[in-house]
């Protein structure tokens, strides 16, 4: 089945220590997203891909950077995690020429000791 | 700046009652309108899209409507279950581009048993 997969499903990292996480679509969407939720709030856009064009949105931390190599993967850099990085990041798609659905992966779980 | 507002925050309610959430947006400029389910420690399903020329959407005992100029959106769970029980997220999609999801915060839903 065409989906969003996201490894790992959980990470524990050291404070300081750079963790990176995968996201991969089967759905050939060409853009691609990243959401952070922390524990009882609303997912937050950090920054999405369309195509190999990169948007970061304003407020999102200098900390956190991005890959595409190509249509089917995406990663999130996070070079210098604190506690307050701990959440779950969230990867979605959509296709520009559909109808601005998004779909989402099962989410990688961060945890920073 | 689009914010959303779902209330109630938490709901529990016996199994077999009918049941409403709801869903307010500032900016009725929307593209589309988009309900989730969110398990503990998940990621995010689809439920139903709502495109702004719209007024309704159901899939089997959802129904999601949605007032545009009003700025608001409605989920009916008709007969709930224990199994519906879960958080649930509203989004609404304002760019015409590949801008990412404005959620709310979430209803979360117990379906005593």
């Known amino acids: 089945d065409a989906m969003v997969i996201q490894n790992p499903r959980y990470q524990v990292t050291q404070f300081g220590k750079p963790v990176t996480l995968s996201c991969s679509q089967t759905l050939n969407h060409n853009v691609m997203y990243w959401y952070q939720q922390k524990s009882s709030q609303a997912p937050k856009l950090l920054f999405h891909y369309y195509d190999k064009d990169f948007n970061n949105e304003a407020d999102t931390p200098d900390n956190f950077q991005s890959r595409r190599p190509n249509t089917s993967f995406c990663f999130l850099d996070i070079r210098s995690p604190g506690l307050g990085d701990a959440a779950m990041y969230l990867c979605a798609t959509s296709s520009l020429a559909g109808d601005g659905e998004q779909f989402f992966g099962p989410g990688t779980r961060l945890t920073v000791l | 700046k689009q914010e959303v507002t779902q209330i109630p925050a938490a709901l529990s309610v016996p199994e077999g009652e009918n049941l409403v959430l709801n869903c307010s947006f500032t900016?009725?400029?929307?593209?589309?309108l988009q309900w989730f389910r969110q398990d503990p420690g998940k990621g995010l399903t689809s439920l139903l899209l709502?495109?702004?020329?719209?007024r309704e959407q159901t899939s089997g005992r959802l129904n999601a409507s949605l007032d545009k100029s009003s700025g608001r959106s409605t989920l009916y769970i008709a007969a709930s279950q224990p199994g519906d029980s879960a958080t649930y997220l509203c989004?609404?999609?304002?760019?015409?581009?590949?801008?990412?999801?404005?959620f709310g915060k979430g209803t979360h839903l117990i379906i005593q048993p």
């Open positions: 900016d009725s400029a929307i593209y589309n």
């Open positions: 709502i495109q702004s020329s719209q």
């Open positions: 989004a609404v999609y304002s760019g015409g581009g590949a801008d990412g999801l404005t």
